[in-house]
């Protein structure tokens, strides 16, 4: 479904949904596929037993794990489109971040945002509308293009206006790009906004060459993709994705010969794939007991085992237009009777990590504002707070969860905590666990139909306000009719707050590291305290890689750097 250039708050963020928010699909795992099937991918439930020897098995890749100085990597996500103007999942966006290069990017292993493109950071305005950028003047695309500010300014204007799925990201903020000079780029913003630099981290936000892609709306090229990376593509298929070394990379030169991903079908072949010496590289997905298999038999295997944190969030929306959300206690209460370490052990096999904000641990400023306030299974202030809303044995809580119905790892969590919560309050609050057709439930969550809906989020930069601006903020509404448009509105909360709107708009222009994140500390104390979601799990990310291999890492923001691979 092609988009518009622009979307207003009151409409994006059901696209969001229905483009990043991947369904977790396994009881004993969870899954994200880069594939796009309307906002959820599906997948097939396939468990490999303790000795790793049931399930298909898959043919050795022709270019497995022989000395040449290649490295292998199995996968079981896919990829949609290599158009960096199109490219909104997670695997495309890993391939397009070692295929071409960024304004801007991050010191590896770190957080830190440093100049790639740019020769340093930018020249921001005293109203903070206008980035200035220096560039460098030592880079060749793939196809002999020099790259200059020109190209530059032609690559964000055409990711603007060919209205992709991420075209959002700079069409909702920048006014105007333009060369100012040969090795000069000014890009001005609509408004100020404080995470623009780290926005130019997308990794859409790439240099393309002119002469070879054009500006027009729905004008892509899905299957191939030209850039100045220290990768080419040298083929794209359903299969397998193969690049090659750019010998004339203006930047540090792979550690390896090329990289050639093989896309498997399942996890169970992914796992054979591996233990059987068939892969270099297994990454993304593997069900939790393959990933406990694996660790447990790393030193007989000979395989190494890499643990990386994630962004991903996962968390219940409750809305508060609907009845018994509408009350404060009862959304305190629901707060108070979920049990994260539970969820934790039961479905993820300690693979998982409790989330007590929507903000991610891995952020300096996050805080733990609902396990300070609510604790994890408090079923006794859960009684109180019901108790204050007029719930009791004589009068229970009927508690709805909504969920997709191709999310298995999601009906485990449902049924989980209807377990657990009527375990824990008998004939207090009765759960009732529902499922609808995914594109059916996404479309009826901005209409406000669901009580209450698991969901996740994927980030789309690495920076506090991805987090916190798109669930709650409103562009128009009020304490008495709720968010009647937008990005609360859409994710199905209706939460609406002036107090919340403000310190959003704050921080978004605030330039001052130290008081923006003071806004974000009290963004997140109102979180905890008008509740309109509950944070629930932060996902984990796991690689395996066979004994000899370096350089092997996942980066704090997520991404996979192939060029530091060797072997």
């Known amino acids: 479904m092609a988009m518009l250039p622009s979307y207003r708050r009151s409409s994006l963020f059901q696209k969001i949904w229905r483009l990043r928010v991947r369904s977790l699909v396994s009881p004993k795992r969870w899954r994200s596929l880069g594939q796009f099937i309307g906002l959820f991918s599906l997948c097939c439930l396939l468990i490999v037993s303790c000795n790793g020897n049931s399930g298909p098995q898959t043919q050795t890749p022709a270019n497995s794990t022989e000395s040449n100085g290649r490295i292998t990597m199995g996968t079981t996500l896919t990829a949609r489109t290599l158009d960096p103007a199109d490219a909104y999942e997670i695997f495309p966006g890993i391939l397009l971040y070692n295929l071409g290069d960024r304004l801007y990017t991050y010191a590896p292993g770190t957080t830190d945002l440093i100049p790639q493109l740019a020769t340093e950071l930018p020249t921001i305005s005293a109203d903070g509308l206008t980035y200035t950028i220096p560039l460098r003047q030592d880079v060749t695309l793939h196809d002999g293009t020099p790259f200059n500010a020109e190209v530059m300014a032609f690559s964000i204007q055409r990711f603007m206006d060919n209205g992709g799925r991420p075209a959002f990201l700079l069409s909702e903020k920048v006014e105007s790009v333009e060369a100012a000079g040969e090795y000069e780029l000014t890009i001005n913003l609509k408004e100020p906004f404080a995470a623009f630099t780290a926005l130019l981290t997308f990794w859409g936000v790439t240099p393309i060459p002119p002469e070879a892609y054009e500006i027009g709306t729905g004008t892509f090229k899905p299957d191939s993709f030209i850039g100045s990376g220290p990768y080419k593509l040298a083929s794209f298929s359903p299969d397998v994705i193969k690049l090659d070394v750019n010998p004339d990379y203006w930047g540090e030169k792979p550690l390896n010969q090329g990289v050639d991903i093989q896309i498997v079908s399942n996890s169970a072949n992914l796992y054979n794939s591996f233990v059987t010496s068939g892969l270099d590289i297994a990454y993304q997905t593997l069900d939790p007991d393959q990933i406990a298999k694996l660790e447990q038999d790393a030193s007989k295997g000979g395989w190494q085992v890499i643990q990386a944190g994630t962004t991903v969030i996962n968390f219940m929306t409750l809305n508060q237009k609907l009845e018994p959300f509408n009350d404060l206690n009862v959304r305190k209460a629901i707060a108070a009777?979920?049990?994260?370490?539970?969820?934790?052990?039961?479905?993820?096999?300690?693979?998982?990590?409790?989330?007590?904000?929507?903000?991610?641990?891995?952020?300096?400023?996050?805080?733990?504002?609902?396990?300070?306030?609510?604790?994890?299974?408090?079923?006794?202030?859960?009684?109180?707070?019901?108790?204050?809303?007029?719930?009791?044995?004589?009068?229970?809580?009927?508690?709805?969860?909504?969920?997709?119905?191709?999310?298995?790892?999601?009906?485990?969590?449902?049924?989980?905590?209807?377990?657990?919560?009527?375990?824990?309050?008998?004939?207090?609050?009765?759960?009732?666990?529902?499922?609808?057709?995914?594109?059916?439930?996404?479309?009826?969550?901005?209409?406000?139909?669901?009580?209450?809906?698991?969901?996740?989020?994927?980030?789309?930069?690495?920076?506090?306000?991805?987090?916190?601006?798109?669930?709650?903020?409103?562009?128009?509404?009020?304490?008495?009719?709720?968010?009647?448009?937008?990005?609360?509105?859409?994710?199905?909360?209706?939460?609406?707050?002036?107090?919340?709107?403000?310190?959003?708009?704050?921080?978004?222009?605030?330039?001052?590291?130290?008081?923006?994140?003071?806004?974000?500390?009290?963004?997140?104390?109102?979180?905890?305290?008008?509740?309109?979601?509950?944070?629930?799990?932060?996902?984990?990310?796991?690689?395996?890689?066979?004994?000899?291999?370096?350089?092997?890492?996942?980066?704090?923001?997520?991404?996979?750097?192939?060029?530091?691979?060797?072997?």
Do not use: H
């Open 337 to 567: 009777m979920i049990d994260r370490s539970l969820i934790n052990q039961r479905v993820f096999q300690g693979q998982a990590d409790p989330l007590y904000s929507l903000i991610p641990t891995s952020f300096d400023i996050y805080q733990p504002v609902f396990k300070d306030a609510y604790g994890d299974g408090n079923f006794e202030q859960a009684k109180d707070l019901l108790a204050q809303a007029g719930f009791s044995e004589s009068n229970p809580l009927t508690f709805d969860i909504w969920y997709p119905s191709a999310s298995t790892t999601r009906s485990i969590v449902a049924n989980t905590l209807k377990e657990s919560i009527e375990k824990g309050l008998p004939g207090i609050v009765n759960v009732i666990v529902n499922t609808a057709e995914v594109t059916t439930l996404w479309e009826n969550v901005e209409k406000g139909v669901y009580s209450s809906v698991l969901s996740n989020w994927y980030p789309d930069y690495y920076d506090a306000d991805t987090f916190i601006q798109p669930f709650m903020s409103c562009d128009q509404g009020s304490l008495a009719t709720l968010c009647e448009q937008g990005a609360s509105q859409g994710s199905g909360s209706f939460y609406y707050s002036d107090r919340a709107n403000d310190l959003i708009r704050q921080q978004q222009a605030e330039q001052d590291p130290a008081a923006r994140n003071a806004q974000f500390a009290e963004l997140q104390k109102i979180l905890g305290e008008d509740v309109p979601y509950i944070p629930l799990w932060q996902n984990k990310d796991y690689v395996f890689a066979q004994a000899g291999l370096k350089g092997v890492a996942i980066q704090p923001t997520q991404q996979f750097l192939l060029w530091q691979i060797s072997k």
